[in-house]
């Protein structure tokens, strides 16, 4: 069974930065896309990050240009470095595989951002 596990949330005021981390067993990263995804309270989980196994990237307007996701393939990690946050940018913030091609596994704990001052 394939597991997902996010870390590198927490605490920060408008304008900081985290990144996140997510290590993933099993040998997924050998074939598919990975994303970053988001749910604040009372919303739908949403795609803010995607990047192929060959390195593509795409971003949701809302982050582009302030989030950068990136991979190490021999590591099965993915990362989302985050500047310039918003207080808009507060919630739970998972990985799984890029659900536009394919269905995503069982979603992991996540880990939680909270941007405020």
């Known amino acids: 069974q394939v597991q997902l596990v996010e870390s590198g949330g927490g605490l920060v005021q408008p304008g900081g930065s985290l990144r996140l981390s997510c290590a993933a067993s099993?040998?997924?990263?050998?074939?598919?896309?990975m994303g970053w995804y988001r749910q604040a309270p009372g919303k739908q989980r949403e795609l803010v990050a995607a990047?192929?196994?060959?390195?593509?990237?795409n971003y949701a307007d809302s982050v582009k240009g302030r989030f950068t996701i990136s991979r190490d393939n021999a590591k099965n990690t993915v990362y989302l470095q985050m500047n310039s946050l918003k207080p808009e940018d507060t919630a739970i913030y998972y990985c799984?595989?890029?659900?536009?091609?394919?269905?995503?596994?069982?979603w992991g704990q996540g880990t939680q951002v909270t941007v405020s001052s």
């Open positions: 099993g040998s997924i990263f050998s074939i598919y896309g």
């Open positions: 990047i192929t196994y060959g390195g593509s990237t």
């Open positions: 799984n595989l890029d659900s536009r091609s394919v269905s995503p596994l069982p």
